[in-house]
């Protein structure tokens, strides 16, 4: 139980382009994702936090205005990197909380896009 | 906001030597605090986890210690084998008690 899925898996796409990621939650419900990039041999840095059917709270430093997230359903939270750039690069992994185990702090990791921009 | 600060970055050990690997926090109120296994180009795997009302935990070769006053926790991992090799990280929930707060990681090499 409690996996969570990532779309796609690698993507390559040309600088000035935009790219969707989709994180899925196969058997529970996430009212909340979570979204972090990971830079090589770097640490996982959070980039917003999703909501179910309201907006994204976004960390420092990380614009709401080139990184767009939905999280229109219960299972399913999307970014979309728009205008890519190679510094973009990176990997991206999503993360979700079962909204069913109340009392439970543990998230549930999805296996992360690698992005590359030429 | 919150800020995790782990260390060492780099860790290598002797199999079956111990390894420890020591993280600090910020934030009084964080409550959660998890560790994570990393291998090269997959996603973080959960391998123990504390909660603030408990001062150690164990399960197996790995164990966690919690010091709230100190705002410190650590990972213990006894009886090392070449396949603990891999990336760590140490977490805490954040402020708002959603998100988790990762440090920087310690790459741990297990020699045989």
């Known amino acids: 139980g409690a996996v969570v899925s990532q779309h796609p898996s690698w993507v390559i796409c040309k600088s000035g382009t935009s790219v969707k990621i989709e994180c899925r939650s196969l058997d529970f419900q996430a009212t909340t994702m979570f979204w972090y990039r990971q830079f090589p041999k770097q640490s996982l840095m959070l980039m917003a936090t999703s909501n179910e059917g309201s907006k994204a709270t976004y960390e420092q430093g990380v614009e709401k205005d080139k990184f767009l997230i939905n999280h229109a359903s219960l299972t399913l939270s999307t970014l979309t990197v728009t205008s890519a750039h190679p510094e973009d690069s990176s990997f991206y992994i999503c993360?979700?909380?079962?909204?069913?185990?109340?009392?439970?702090?543990?998230?549930?990791f999805g296996p992360g896009t690698r992005l590359t921009v030429t | 906001g919150e800020n995790v600060e782990q260390h060492p970055s780099t860790l290598s050990v002797q199999e079956g030597d111990s390894a420890v690997i020591k993280c600090t926090y910020s934030?009084?109120?964080?409550?959660?605090f998890p560790w994570y296994k990393q291998e090269l180009g997959k996603r973080p795997q959960l391998i123990i986890d504390?909660?603030?009302?408990?001062g150690e935990k164990k399960d197996q070769r790995i164990a966690v210690t919690l010091n709230k006053t100190a705002k410190h926790f650590s990972l213990h991992i006894t009886e090392t084998q070449p396949e603990d090799s891999a990336v760590y990280f140490c977490a805490a929930l954040s402020q708002a008690g959603t998100a988790l707060i990762f440090g920087k990681g310690t790459t741990l090499s297990v020699s045989s």
């Open positions: 993360s979700a909380r079962d909204s069913g185990r109340t009392l439970s702090y543990e998230q549930y």
């Open positions: 504390i909660r603030s009302n408990v």
């Open positions: 934030d009084s109120a964080s409550n959660y």
